[in-house]
């Protein structure tokens, strides 16, 4: 597949979509020690009980993916 894009600039957007994506979900399913009711000292009350982080990575990876493929599509449709 020949990308409508300079290689290195095709990296890039993928990199700037990942890390967007990823702020978009990292909240999804977070749960606080404070609503969960399982505190640990010396942390704060809103830090998460369990952030399944390695999950979060992989659907960040995902949807990025997808989201990039649209996106040189339509750049590509465009020229």
Same mark, same amino acid.
């Given at each position: 597949?020949?990308?409508?894009?300079?290689?290195?600039?095709?990296?890039?957007?993928f990199?700037?979509?990942?890390?967007?994506?990823?702020f978009?979900?990292?909240?999804?399913?977070?749960?606080?020690?404070?609503?969960e /009711?399982?505190?640990? $000292?010396? #942390?704060?009350?809103? @830090?998460? +009980?369990?952030?399944?982080? /390695?999950?979060?990575? $992989?659907? #960040?990876?995902?949807? @990025?993916? +997808?989201?990039?493929?649209?996106?040189?599509?339509?750049?590509?449709?465009?020229?």
């Amino acid at each position: 597949m020949q990308l409508p894009v300079a290689t290195p600039t095709a990296i890039a957007i993928f990199v700037t979509i990942w890390w967007v994506v990823l702020f978009a979900i990292l909240p999804f399913g977070v749960r606080s020690q404070h609503e969960e /009711a399982e505190r640990h $000292l010396g #942390t704060d009350p809103g @830090a998460p +009980v369990a952030p399944r982080l /390695a999950l979060k990575a $992989l659907a #960040t990876t995902l949807v @990025a993916v +997808v989201v990039w493929a649209a996106l040189m599509a339509w750049i590509a449709w465009m020229a």
